[in-house]
């Protein structure tokens, strides 16, 4: 990803692994446990701090069925004209079906203010891939039923909220937080308009990433 006039500033993303199995030990209460399950890993790198080019993100990866789903909409900053980047990529039995973020929308439920942070968080979120070359359709949705992260990224870098947490935030107006939410997610295949598949989980997890205040205020 590119910005500027002469695009000299960089974002890159690769997901270098998109669906993988973990296995896992540890021991909790002198009691060694042995499990395992699915994993993720991504990488991003660039040529300037991402609180420069990015506002807020929304970013899901899901596992529904045969359908493996990463999911992310990155609004930027001001500079950049508050532009949308999406990045959708579906795969159906280990191969991509579908990977064009262009063909894709995002609908959020009216955003609710945290109490807190002084954030906008969608209660729900809706991706849908419509292609006109392409006979399929994709919706994504995903349902909050909590959350289980809240960060202040200043407070968590420093180790508190003392003086040199209050000193960062004048000097730099950085207002940056972070938040996880679990819930359910569910997908929808249509083709030529008619619903032909349906799946759903009762263990997704999701991000938002704000690295300023909401557009407007």
């Keep these: 990803m590119t910005f500027g006039i002469e695009k000299e500033k960089l974002f890159n993303w690769v997901v270098a692994i998109p669906q993988g199995k973990v296995d896992l030990t540890y021991t909790h209460d002198n009691e060694t446990v042995v499990t395992s399950g699915s994993c993720y890993h991504d990488h991003n790198w660039g040529n300037i701090s991402m609180a420069k080019l990015f506002n807020n993100w929304y970013w899901s990866r899901a596992e529904i069925g045969p359908y493996n789903i990463i999911a992310s909409e990155m609004i930027s900053e001001k ?10 990529n579906i795969s159906k039995d280990g191969k991509t079906i579908a990977d064009n973020g262009a063909r894709v929308k995002l609908y959020r439920t009216y955003g609710k203010m945290h109490p807190v942070f002084n954030k906008d968080i969608s209660d729900d979120l809706l991706f849908i891939y419509n292609n006109p070359d392409d006979e399929y359709r994709y919706e994504l949705y995903l349902i909050k039923e909590k959350i289980i992260e809240e960060i202040d990224i200043l407070e968590d870098s420093l180790g508190s909220k003392g003086f040199k947490y209050f000193l960062a ?19 929808k295949v249509f083709k030529a308009n008619k619903l032909i598949e349906k799946h759903s989980s009762a263990t997704a997890v999701w991000e938002l990433m704000y690295f300023g205040k909401p557009h407007g205020r």
């Design 169 to 187: 935030k004048t000097i730099t107006g950085f207002d940056g937080a972070y938040f996880r939410f679990a819930g359910k997610s569910e997908i």
């Design 79 to 88: 500079e950049f004209n508050n532009d949308n980047i999406v990045v959708f």
